[in-house]
Structure formats: C-alpha cells, structure tokens
C-alpha cells in the first residue's frame, strides 16, 4: 500500500458556525501535519492520522480569535493539538468514500463520520532553488462533516431574545488534504523539508515553483 505524506502548506480544516443564529462565522486551521496509506484500486485499506495545531486558527477578526482559544472554546493552552485518526469504511460513488474517524479536540475523542471526495492525481516537479530535483507524486481529497461542539466540551453559550443562542451547536467541518508520495520524497531528498518543518519556511515546505 503506498504511503504518502499530508503537504501542510496546502492542507486545511475550515470551520463553520452560525452566528446570532442569522449569519455563519469561518475559521481556518493550517499547518496541518500527518500520513495516509491509499491506493485508488485497494482503498478499502485506506488509513490516515495527523495533528494541527489548535493555537494557529483564524477567523479574521483578532478579538473573536483570543476569544476561540481561551478555555470558554478550544482552551489551547491546556489543549495545543486537534487530533484525527481513521480508516475508509465505504466507497458511495467513483471518486466517494465514507470514513469512520477519531477525532480529539480539548482532549476529548469522538466518532466521526467524513464524507470524502478523491480530487485526483498529478505529477509535480520538486524545486530545490532553482534546481529541479524530480517529480513529485500528489494526491488530493475534500472532506467534509458535522458535529455537536459541546461533544468536545466546546461549550460556552450566550443567549438571545426570544430562545436564540450567540453560537450554533452544530458545527460545519470542510477539509482541503494534499498529499505527496513518500517514495518520491525520499527519492528527491524533499523529505528533509518535513523532518525540519519547524525551522522551514512554509513556501519551501511546499517544495513547488508555484507555491501559492
């Protein structure tokens, strides 16, 4: 089963909740790390795991986001990582799987099911400068998700007039996943930039030309 690599420069988990129960509110959480087992034609073996870093989201606005990571949410200095580990269960349609899924948030770890799309595959050159040291074999997913934030113990609340809430307890989860053949990061020496990544730059942990 080949064995690939998630590329944290172009992977991301995008968070959704509606807001004074009349608009949605997006966060973003990059710099997402981890490793998947898939083949196209064997898929039913398919397993993956990672981490991101709970401290990193994003919403755009710097006081909601202080607000995000204090103990009324994510609470991420006790809790610095959001974790994932699954496994596809079922293939829905040609390029569409369901995935049984751990996920761990404020250290608490619930079942999840994703909904996942295969985007594809592609071959890429690795530039190391202006250097081009080989292909580099990508692969591609979306997946996406509903849970109940109070599961994971995300559960400050606010109310509003007439029984509305300042936060939904549902949550909408989307994930944009790139991953690169192990077998082509070994052989490109590209698999250095991952060993370091926390003293690389995230454009050279890309290891592309077009690294926007």
Do not use: C
Not at 128 to 144: M, Q
Not at 148 to 168: A, I, K, T, Y
Not at 189 to 211: F, H, L, N, W
Request: zero cysteines.
């Amino acid at each position: 089963m080949p064995t690939w690599t998630l590329e944290p420069g172009h992977t991301e988990a995008e968070f959704r909740a509606r807001h004074m129960m009349v608009t949605w509110v997006r966060g973003l959480v990059k710099d997402v790390h981890g490793t998947l087992s898939f083949s196209f034609d064997d898929w039913s073996d398919t397993a993956f795991e990672g981490e991101m870093d709970a401290a990193g989201l994003w919403t755009g606005e710097p006081d909601r986001d202080a607000h995000l990571r204090s103990p009324d949410f994510f609470d991420v200095e006790s809790h610095p990582k959001i974790t994932f580990r699954g496994r596809f269960t079922e293939r829905t349609g040609d390029n569409e799987f369901k995935a049984a899924t751990d996920l761990t948030i404020r250290g608490v770890t619930r079942p999840v099911t994703l909904e996942v799309v295969y985007q594809g595959q592609w071959l890429t050159p690795f530039w190391d400068g202006e250097v081009n040291r080989g292909t580099l074999t990508r692969i591609g997913f979306e997946a996406r998700t509903r849970i109940n934030r109070h599961d994971f113990g995300v559960s400050w609340q606010d109310e509003l007039p007439m029984g509305g809430v300042v936060v939904s307890n549902e949550i909408r989860l989307a994930l944009d996943i790139q991953a690169i053949l192990d077998d082509d990061l070994e052989k490109t020496g590209a698999i250095r930039y991952y060993r370091q990544a926390e003293d690389v730059p995230s454009e050279v942990q890309a290891g592309t030309a077009d690294a926007a």
